[in-house]
């Protein structure tokens, strides 16, 4: 319900009965969530302490998955703030985790997300050689919604080089997908 600031109090008083409680892997799942908001409110930096002690307690008590999403969102927290090499360095140590785990999809959006990132940042080849191995890999996992995405943005690195015919073609493609 967007009420960002009522969630974090919850979530701190969770977090201070856990801890009490000795229940370090509930205590966990808090500065995990208390993380996300504060990235949602704009408090990047609290954010990214707050993922980053998250993903030490996951790693304490071995939890690789859970630490994966911290690292996913620790990327989008740093990629919203314009840190844009802290993101793809976040996000390639989630890409590496989800691998291991077994997870494709999960996997795919962290590479999705590095090429957004070198997109923003101008490198405009490492973006598109990204996108162009991501395609068929989307197409097999069968998830129209990120494929869309992912159309999107081979769309915009189409538009920046100069080839509006294509750009065009993958945004028609892409709108095809979200209907």
């Not at 790693?59 to 994966?68: F, L």
């Not at 590496?96 to 999960?106: A, C, E, T």
């Not at 129209?144 to 073609?169: K, N, T, Y």
Request: proline share 4%.
């Amino acid at each position: 319900q967007s009420n960002y600031a009522t969630a974090l109090r919850y979530q701190q008083q969770a977090l201070a009965c856990f801890e009490l409680l000795g229940l370090p892997m509930s205590a966990a799942f808090c500065p995990k969530n208390i993380g996300i908001t504060e990235a949602y409110i704009g408090h990047i930096d609290r954010a990214i302490t707050t993922l980053l002690q998250a993903r030490a307690s996951f790693a304490t008590i071995d939890m690789p998955a859970h630490c994966a999403d911290c690292d996913l969102n620790l990327g989008n927290a740093a990629y919203h703030s314009g840190l844009y090499e802290l993101a793809i360095s976040a996000w390639r140590q989630a890409e590496d985790q989800y691998l291991v785990l077994g997870q494709p999809l999960l996997t795919l959006v962290t590479r999705r997300n590095q090429a957004e990132s070198y997109l923003r940042m101008g490198a405009i080849a490492q973006a598109e050689a990204i996108l162009l191995r991501l395609i068929p890999e989307v197409v097999a996992l069968h998830s129209p919604l990120d494929h869309g995405e992912i159309l999107c943005l081979f769309a915009e690195v189409r538009r920046i080089r100069g080839d509006l015919p294509s750009a065009l073609a993958a945004l028609q493609e892409a709108e095809a997908l979200f209907h």
